[in-house]
């Protein structure tokens, strides 16, 4: 999904999928890709810089609830390289 400040690969997933093994690691690689992604010049990202969302059933559903956008839903939710984990883990 593309936003105006981000360019989103988002997945969803059902609540108890999101600890599988195969899950955590595709989301790993999927961080590290958007990661290298980042790297490239904007004219050759599309200009904006690419984030990974793995969307929870029960996270859409609150948000539905609270009457948010699927923009914010996204920035919220996108997951952070190691180094942010920590801003990450201060917004849960």
Request: charged share 25%.
């Amino acid at each position: 999904m593309r936003t105006k400040d981000a360019i989103y690969l988002a997945e969803t997933k059902a609540q108890a999928q999101t600890i599988h093994p195969n899950v955590q690691r595709k989301f790993k690689a999927a961080v590290a890709w958007c990661e290298r992604i980042n790297q490239l010049t904007p004219e050759h990202r599309g200009g904006l810089p690419w984030h990974y969302v793995l969307l929870a059933e029960e996270v859409v559903y609150e948000w539905q609830v609270k009457g948010a956008h699927l923009a914010e839903l996204l920035d919220y939710a996108r997951l952070r390289p190691l180094a942010d984990a920590s801003l990450q883990a201060r917004l849960l």
